[in-house]
């Protein structure tokens, strides 16, 4: 037992019987708040002893209460392993810029283009030096081998060698209209019915550039399509389960876009995720009227672990509501738990309960005194 104001373990009861801690209850007359765990043993044993205390129900308890029904229903119904199909979207990875931009390649035509650059740049030169040595055009076009207007461009000092336009593309008429034509086409829409909406909307391009268009993205959809059929990818069971503990950024090997897949092929599990995460809202809410409701919400999933453990509520209403309402819990009780483990494996089978209990209450009251 703990001094929850305190801090300090104040008796080691050698029982939980109900005769043993109502007698250890009675004891202390000054008593008026108690926070337990589920166990109607103790609700019953301090009914016994004083009905005045106000039994406060440990949070944590109540939340492993819920999430253990709700981690073995998971369990019963979905495998350890379970495939869920890939989604086939041609947004990935191609994107629509793709279209309009275009990336320079180490690829035979930039090589040419790159050769016939080097020699023009290298013709050009050669006019440039001849001009400085005095000679005529006519006699330039002659030597090099051509004609006397390219010559007089090449001397030009803003000639440009490189084709400002090359690599480049137009800005075209249908690049506003792109991500309506694709969504059109997933919903099955015919050309002539995207054609008629975008010049609805302000098209004024030519009709064969949206066929031409059009035509490059049914491709795309269907070699997206071709490309995962019959896949899967594998979503473990535990990954699900462990999104009753943390959300799911917390939760590295599942994405939202696969969680969204499960719960649409097992819709109950997402039921179960939000009427947990309801109760965890609750418990901190400082509102105990709300738990009417979440029962209700419970109860309606119809499912056997979960309202079995609604009914343990409902045996235990006043305190669990007092859990809503009050700050209290069993951390402390919880914490010394451990303390008395570790004292007892020490000393184990080698002592009787009267020493542990003294060793326990000794250390408590050194620790006070340093």
């Known amino acids: 037992m703990v001094d929850i104001n305190t801090h300090r ?34 609700n019953s044993s301090i009914k016994q002893a004083d009905r005045s205390i106000v039994q406060v129900s440990d949070r944590f308890h109540l ?3 819920l999430t253990d029904a709700a981690r073995k229903h998971i369990t019963s119904i979905v495998s350890a392993n379970i495939g869920i199909p890939v989604s086939a979207s041609h947004y990935e990875n191609t994107e629509t810029t793709d279209y309009w931009n275009r990336v320079q390649k180490d690829d035979l035509p930039t090589r040419e283009h790159n050769e016939n650059y080097r020699k023009k740049e290298k013709l050009v030169n050669r006019v440039k030096e001849l001009t400085q040595a005095g000679k005529k055009r006519s006699e330039i076009a002659k030597e090099i081998g051509i004609s006397y207007n390219t010559v007089t461009r090449y001397q030009s000092s803003t000639f440009n060698i490189s084709n400002p336009l090359y690599n480049t593309t137009r800005n075209s008429k249908i690049k506003p209209f792109a991500e309506t034509i694709k969504h059109m086409l997933e919903s099955g829409y015919t050309f002539k019915e995207i054609e008629a909406s975008i010049k609805k909307d302000g098209y004024t391009g030519a009709s064969s550039t949206i066929r031409m268009f059009a035509t490059r993205e049914r491709k795309l959809i269907q070699e997206a399509q071709k490309g995962v059929q019959g896949k899967t990818e594998k979503i473990e069971r535990k990954w699900l389960i462990s999104l009753l503990y943390k959300p799911i950024d917390k939760v590295k090997k599942i994405s939202q876009e696969q969680l969204d897949r499960v719960i649409e092929r097992y819709p109950q599990i997402g039921e179960i995720y939000d009427i947990v995460g309801a109760f965890k809202n609750m418990l901190f809410s400082k509102n105990p009227d709300e738990l009417e409701k979440w029962m209700e919400d419970a109860e309606a999933l119809d499912i056997p672990l979960i309202n079995r453990f609604v009914n343990g509520i409902r045996r235990d209403l006043s305190a669990v509501k007092k859990a809503v309402e009050l700050d209290y819990n069993n951390g402390l009780a919880e914490g010394s738990v451990n303390k008395l483990k570790v004292i007892k494996r020490i000393m184990y089978g080698r002592c009787s309960f009267e020493l542990l209990k003294g060793k326990l209450l000794r250390l408590e009251l050194k620790h006070k005194i340093n």
Request: hydrophobic share 40%.
């Open 9 to 42: 373990i104040i008796d080691l009861l050698p029982s939980r019987e109900i005769k043993d801690v109502t007698e250890w209850l009675k004891s202390f007359p000054n008593l008026e708040i108690v926070s337990r765990d589920g166990s109607m043993s103790y």
């Open 63 to 65: 939340l492993k209460g």
